[in-house]
Structure formats: structure tokens, C-alpha cells
């Protein structure tokens, strides 16, 4: 033991072990023991001692205190805390730079650096700690490529894989020979890509894995690919959008088992058979998807231990159902679920208990069916759920069945979707912490009341969204209503028939408009929520509802104007409030209202006309037409008016080529002479 220089006041030694393979061997933590009176105390205080030394005079630092830093880097590593490693490389690289002949910065110590931030998941700065170590001009080894690349293999970024191959690129160009560990790592990566959506990662990862096969058969290369390199290959052509993915992948395996028949390469296992299951998942071929599971039960059964199908396993395949659009994917996937139960009962191989994600499966698959049976049958799994597996429903599970019951037009399915709800809720309540209701439950409830028809339908709808902003505030419910909440409940009222209910749509929305104006962009209210409104203005049997149109879409104005881009306004929002004066001529008691009518819908016609970005189309000119009809009687003083605005109407029609057959439909309806004259014209 050898004793180092005092820190606070106290003496003290350090308990190490020597370097091996490029790094610090790894201890318990880093561990100062401090000396005092002839007694040992051992203090674990990284922090203390890290900011001595960084707080330390330049070209001052002991070469015993030197000694101790890539042990204090290290146990930073180890803890995650990629700051303070890159902090202390930076004093070490400065203590070197001021003159400080002991300070002498190893490539180690740089590998400990591109490895904590790519702990941490950034890889950009992973890659920055590469570069400093080529720009301090200490030479990258193989583990400093290698730990670069596995950073980006761990980034969620879509370009991860290019920026892999990049390094793999400068690795080559620095004359150092990649190994199968930096191969894989550049595969992972590029599947990371395919999964958060890069088009041509798939392909890359493709054409890599084969060049590294013909180069190993051919001999130009030592390295056999392996079973990793394969599963992230399969990986990522799960997730692209190629029809040829599954047949690309089956070459691929067949490549795999002849490498190992004829070089003793890696032969597949679980995870690799599983993945490329995943591929025919994700084509949606879930017939396929069981073929490979016999394919893996029979290399099994013949001595392959390492291919044993496992919950995974069943999971991939029950969720290729639960995706799939055939009409007897419920019979199919439980037929998977019944087998996987025998396999487990009669012991054939030893499987484990069917999980939360096999009964989501099962739920799934019935949720989608759109039918009492389908209803019926999720709420069957759910029950099912309950009884028999060890971690219980979700949310997410209580959720599917209320939509399976809100999807099926049955009147009593909104009472079930209700019912479903409250035994959820009863569960909270009995001390099920995981199941406090959030907008997920709530929103997909009110969405099941949106799909129904009533008045009764939209004002229980309303309580729904009333009762979630008190159990936000009193701390029931994890979050407050959300846009989607107010967006289903306009759409209850759109749907319900009620008499009030443009003027209740529009109370809920001006509540939306209040609660999400200062929103971030994600969350604001969308434009279909404005149009949504108006066009219940427009069919309502109020007096004034071309104004009220008008209104909204003042305030759509107003918000655009403000910052809120996503409500421009729109040929459609124009549109509904010339389709609300057309509309409004029933409503209108005296002729003084019926101009003022259609005085609106001569000024909203002329403002798009002379807007740059929001023109007439056919709809517009044939809304007009039909306003000009309903709102200007045909008595003589008024039929020259009549026929001129409607002419004037037609014939820029024709002009802007928005003539198609609603317009002529509706010229013809009102004034069939003017159509026989106008229509000549064309």
C-alpha cells in the first residue's frame, strides 16, 4: 500500500488494481481509505475528492494525486455520471498542456470518456471524445472505434447507423483491422435506424452482413459473421416497409445454417429465430410466422437446444394476429394461445406462463374485430386476464375492451364500455396503484360515446370531461383532460341530434381554447375542432348562426395571428360559413335578417377571392349559389339582383376551373332559365 499526499487535512492511501485490457480493472468503487490515528476509515466521497483536484492550480497536480485519476474516472463511468468523466479528462488534458511532466494521458483513459457519454446515450458527445483523442493526437485503439460505435448502436437517433458506419470508415482509414464485434455494433446500429424510421437502413444492414459472408467464404476475411450479426439484420427488416423483407430474410437464415453446417459457424438461437419471426410479424403474415415456430420446434426436438421457443417467442406470433386484418384472426390467434397452453401443461418443452403481453395480445386481436362477438370476447380475455396472470391488467388492457365495447353499434355496448370502466376504476380504488386512471382510459371512454348517437349520449359524454378536471384537481386521476378530451365531447354533441348542440359544442370548445392557448404546439387545439362547431352552427335551427360561424372563425383568425400556424385559415372554414348563411334561411324571421345573411356570404366569397393563399373551390361556388337561392326571394324587384350574383358566381367558376357538377346542380335548382342560358356558355 503505498500512501499519497494529504487531501483535507487527512493522510491517506489508495487501494487499486492494476490496468488490464485498455481499462482500470473494475472494483467495488473507488475506495480512499483514510489513516487516522493508526486506525483505517474507509470514505467513499468521489465528489470531495474529483473537485479538489479540478480545483487544484494548474501544473501543481502531485504524480501521486495524477496516479489516482483514471481510478476516480472510472468510478464515475461506473456510476453514470459521463459529466464529471469528461470534466476530469479535461483537467488531466490541461495539467498535461500546462507543462506538468507526470500528467500523462493514455488512450485508456480516452476510452473511458467515448464510454461514459456512450453509457449515457449520447453518442454525439461519445463521438466528440473520439475526436479530441485524434486533436490531443494520442492514437485511437480498436476499443475507442469500438465504443463509439456501440454508442450510436445505443442512440435512438435515426441516422445512428450512418454515423456508425462513419466511424467504421475512419477506424479503416486510421489502419486499424475491424473486428466482429465492430461489425455488429455498426448492424445494431443500423437496425436502431430502421426502427426509428431511416428507409435505407435495412438495405445497408443487408449488404454489409452478405459482403462480411462472401468475404469469410471466399477467404478474403477471417471473420464469420454470427448469430448477433444475423439478429440485427433480421431486426432491422422488421421494421422497413420492403415486401421482399421476409423472402430477403429466409435467404439470410439459409446462409446462416450453411455457415454452420460447413464452417461450424454460430448456428441460430431463441432470439435469432424470434426476430426473424418478428419480420413475417410485422409483413403481416402471420401464417408464415407459425411455420417458423415448427421450424424452431423441430431443430429443437433434433438436438438444437438453443432454439427452444420461449414466451417471446408466442408473444411475436400472438401479436402478428393482433396486428393482422384477417377476418377469423381471433379463432386463429387463440388457436396459438390454446397450444401454448398445452405446450406448458403437457410439458412437451418447458415454456413459461403466458404474460401481460400474451392476454394484450388476445385482447387486441378481439378489440379490432368491430362486432358483439368481438366485444364480448375481449372483455372474456380480460376477465381471463384477471384470474390467471401473475402481473393483472393495465390500463392499456381495461382500455381495449372499453373500445371493443365503443366500436360496436349495439345499444347497450356504451353501458358495457361504462361498466368496464368502473371495475377498473373499483380496482384503483382496492389498492391497484398501476391502474389510476389517465386520459388514456378516459379519452377512449368518451371517444365510445362519440361514436354513439343520442342527446342523452353527448350530455353523459360531458360529464365524462367534467369529471376529469375535478379528479385532476383533487388528484384522482393521474393527468387533467387533454386535447383529445375536448375533441371527443364536440364530436359527442356533432353526433347526438340535441337541439342545443352547437351552442354546447361551442362552450367546450371556447373551455379548449382557454386551457390549451398557451400550450406547446403538440397539445394545441387542431382546426378540425373549429370546422367541427361551425358546421353544427350551419344545420342548427338558430337564428343567428351564420354570425356564430363567423365568430369561430374570427377567433381561428385571432389564434393563427397569435402564433398558432395549425389554424390558417382554410377554403373549408370559409366555406362552412357560406354554408351556414345558405342554411339560415328557415331560421330567418324577417327580410332584414335574410340580408344580413346574405351580406355575410357575399363578404366571405369576396375575401377569398382576393386572397392569395385561400381561393374558392367547387364547393364554395355551389354553397354560394345555394345561399343565393334560399336568402333572395324570386318576386320580381329582386330576380335581376338574384340572377346576377348567381351568374357573377358561375362564371368565375368556370373562369378559375372549379366548374364541376355540384355547381351546375346547383344553378339549376335555382333558376333552371339562368341554367339553360349560362350552361351554353361553357
Sequence with gaps: MRTGPPVNGKKRSSIRAPCTHGFPRCNDGFVVQYQMQGSMEVFDDLECISDEIEETALGTIDIYTLEEVPFLIQAWLRRGEADRVGR?????????????????????IYNMAIAAWAKVGDAERAEGALYRMMEDEVSPNRISFNTCISGWAKSKAKTSGDRACKILDLMVASGIEPDIITHNSVLDALAKSARFGSNDAA????????????????GASSIAPNVISFTSVFDALAHCYDDEAMSIAEDLMEDMLSLADNFGSSVPDTKCYTTLINVSARQKNSANAQALLKQMEKLYHNGNFKVKPNIITFNTILNSWAKSTHPKAGKKAENVFSYMESVRNEKIYM??????????????VWSKAKSLQGAEKSQHWLQKMIIECDEGPSEHSYAMVVDAWGRNPQPQSIENAMQVFNMMVDEYKSGSSKLRPTNKIYNTLIKAFAHSKGEEIAERAEAILRRMEKEARNGFSVQAPDITSYSYVISAWANSGHPDAASRANDVLKDAIEKFYHSSSNTRIGPYNFLAVMKLWAYSSHKDKARHAMDIHREMLRLYDNGQRRLKPSTQSFTMIINACAFSSQACSNEKEREENLQIAIDTLEIMRKSDGTKPNSITY?????????????????????NRLISDAFLAAKEEKQLNGFVRKQLKLASPKLYETLINTV
Design 203 to 218: 438495405p445497408k444492414s443487408v449488404k454489409r452482413l452478405k459482403n462480411l459472408i462472401s468475404s469469410f467464404r471466399n
Design 351 to 364: 415454456l413459461e406462463k403466458p404474460d401481460s403481453y400474451s392476454f394484450n395480445a388476445m385482447i387486441e
Design 88 to 108: 476530469l479528462l479535461q483537467r488531466l488534458v490541461d495539467e498535461r498542456n500546462s507543462g506538468n511532466e507526470f500528467a500523462i494521458v493514455k488512450p485508456y
Design 622 to 642: 355551389g354553397t354560394f349559389i345555394k345561399a343565393c337561392h334560399r336568402l333572395i326571394d324570386s318576386d320580381c324587384s329582386k330576380i335581376e339582383f338574384k
